[in-house]
């Protein structure tokens, strides 16, 4: 990037304020329509935690122009050690280095908190996102399938002792010491406060028994005609013994008998196991994310 100084302004102007107002949602919603129709793939904006942004913090930069918000940018914090960020330009207004402004504000407030590493989330299919990743250090740190649910899975023979549950506040060490030993989360990180707003961030989370004993957890999260299956994950020492395909299973018929037009799901491309276990309970790959690692350096400018 040329220095600051020799850079045209581009036309408009950068919004950052705690929190989206309803109509700022619906113009980030319209606008990633219009990007998506011309690029293809998909955009995870992740629609519901962008309604539910703290009023605490600014994880949200919008780009407003002539014909009014044209580009966006937005901060997604799932762990203490890394966030993860995703944004767009409306099409007729790229290469003018809007992008570039919203990249810059973003990391700033991600360096002012601290975070050590933040993760540019591209469609495998738009080939200028992975370009702009690279260009500013960025490296395939992950890449994930996302996956529609296209065939109702098939009845299984259901141990009567495995129960899905809602998870209960007491429940919330279980839970994150659950996903920390399946996708190696920093669970050491947490502290009380932390734990309590992943508690309420996440209201969709269930737990999986087993006569009695916690040994998984799941999350279902339904937005309009659309929901998304996370954090799917059972203890190392109870995997390989159908509880997790039993479960899935019966999610997802629970979700087509509700009517539910499209279920949803993410896995790593290179966990072979989970994925053979969605594509046996009638999930297929649709896209592909790749997830570029951009190393945070405090009092660094771009």
Not at 107 to 114: D, H, L, Y
Not at 211 to 240: K, S
Not at 287 to 301: M, N, Q
Request: with cysteine; proline share 6%; glycine share 10%.
């Amino acid at each position: 990037m040329a220095p600051r100084d020799q850079r045209k302004q581009p036309p408009g102007l950068l919004r950052a304020d705690p929190g989206l107002s309803a109509e700022d949602l619906s113009k980030i919603e319209n606008l990633a329509a219009i990007c998506i129709a011309v690029d293809g793939g998909r955009l995870k904006l992740e629609l519901r935690a962008l309604a539910s942004r703290s009023s605490d913090l600014v994880n949200d930069f919008l780009w407003t122009g002539p014909d009014g918000l044209i580009g966006f940018l937005g901060v997604y914090g799932y762990r203490p050690d890394q966030v993860e960020l995703l944004g767009m330009v409306h099409p007729s207004w790229r290469r003018l280095g809007i992008f570039s402004r919203l990249f810059e504000a973003a990391m700033a407030e991600v360096t002012r908190r601290g975070v050590p590493e933040a993760l540019v989330v591209v469609d495998r299919l738009y080939e200028p996102g992975a370009a702009f990743a690279r260009s500013v250090g960025g490296t395939i740190e992950h890449s994930e399938h996302r996956m529609v649910l296209r065939n109702e899975p098939a009845a299984l023979a259901a141990d009567p002792h495995v129960v899905v549950r809602q998870a209960e506040r007491a429940d919330v060490p279980f839970v994150i010491e659950c996903l920390g030993q399946a996708f190696d989360y920093p669970t050491d990180l947490l502290e009380a406060e932390e734990i309590d707003a992943l508690a309420q961030r996440f209201p969709g989370t269930l737990v999986i028994e087993r006569a009695g004993e916690l040994v998984g957890t799941i999350r279902v999260e339904r937005g309009g005609e659309v929901a998304g299956i996370y954090g799917f994950a059972v203890l190392p020492r109870y995997q390989g013994q159908g509880i997790g395909r039993q479960v899935l299973s019966e999610i997802a018929r629970q979700l087509v008998e509700e009517g539910v037009p499209e279920v949803g799901l993410e896995v790593s491309c290179t966990n072979d196991s989970a994925l053979r276990l969605y594509v046996g309970c009638g999930f297929e790959v649709t896209g592909t994310e790749d997830y570029y690692s951009v190393t945070v350096v405090p009092g660094s400018k771009l």
